[in-house]
C-alpha cells in the first residue's frame, strides 16, 4: 500500500496526496500558483462516488479546425506559396486550443464525501499516474478511514477522540451546544474511568 499519490490533469495542474497521521495533505500546483489542504480522515466516509465525462464538443470543433486546414494547405501546394499557410496556421492554433480544452474539461473523478452529511470534501483522478499506484493509495486511505471507526479494540483514549469528534460535529451542526457537548463529554470520559476502575479492582495486578 502506499501512502502518498501523485496526479497530473491536463497541462499544467499537478496534485499530491499523502497520508500524514490522521490526515490527507493535498497540495495544489499550477502555473505560478499554489495551494495546501488538509482534510481529517475521521471525517471521510468509505464508500465513495464516481464522475465520469467527456467534453466531446471541444474534440469536435478540434477535428473540423483540423479539417478546414486542408484546403489552405492544398492551395498552398498548388499554388506554390506560402500564404495559404496562414489560413491552416490558425487552423492549426485554434484545433489545438480545443484539443486542451478537451483535455482540460474531461474528468473521471472519484470523490470522497463526508461520513456524516454526505457531502463531497474532495476528489482524486480516477487511475491517475497509472492504475496500480492508484489502487495502492486507495486501498492505504479506505483502511486508514475504516481503522479510524470504532471498534472494540480501540483503547479509552482512542474512543474519546472518536467521541468528541462526534460531539463537535453536532456542535457545529447546531445540534448541542458547546456547554452541553462538553458535558456529555465529561460524563463519557468518567463512565470510561469507572469502568477503568472496575478492571483493576476485578483483575489483581492490573493497571489500565
Not at 37 to 60: G, Q, V
Not at 79 to 97: E, N, V
Not at 106 to 116: M, P, R
Request: with cysteine; hydrophobic share 45%.
Amino acid at each position: 500500500m502506499s501512502t502518498r499519490l501523485e496526479q497530473r490533469h491536463g497541462l499544467f495542474a499537478r496534485r499530491s496526496y499523502a497520508i500524514v497521521d490522521n490526515e490527507v495533505v493535498i497540495e495544489n500546483r499550477r502555473l505560478g500558483s499554489g495551494d495546501t489542504a488538509r482534510y481529517p480522515i475521521f471525517d471521510l466516509s468509505d464508500t465513495t462516488d464516481r464522475y465520469f465525462t467527456r467534453a466531446w464538443r471541444y474534440l469536435a470543433g478540434a477535428l473540423a479546425l483540423a479539417a478546414f486546414s486542408i484546403p489552405f494547405v492544398i492551395d498552398a501546394v498548388q499554388l506554390r506559396t506560402g500564404f495559404p499557410l496562414a489560413g491552416a496556421a490558425l487552423c492549426w492554433i485554434g484545433a489545438a486550443l480545443c484539443a486542451l480544452g478537451y483535455v482540460s474539461k474531461s474528468y473521471d473523478q472519484i470523490v470522497f464525501n463526508h461520513w456524516q452529511t454526505g457531502k463531497g470534501v474532495f476528489v482524486v483522478w480516477n487511475n491517475k499516474p497509472n492504475r496500480a499506484e492508484f489502487e495502492r493509495f486507495m486501498e492505504a486511505l479506505v483502511g486508514k478511514i475504516r481503522s479510524l471507526r470504532v471498534n472494540p479494540r480501540a483503547t479509552p483514549a482512542q474512543r474519546m477522540e472518536i467521541y468528541g469528534r462526534h460531539l463537535s460535529f453536532l456542535v457545529q451542526e447546531g445540534v448541542l451546544t458547546g456547554d452541553e457537548a462538553r458535558g456529555f463529554y465529561a460524563r463519557k470520559e468518567q463512565a470510561l474511568e469507572r469502568d477503568k476502575a472496575n478492571v483493576i479492582a476485578l483483575v489483581p495486578g492490573a493497571t489500565s
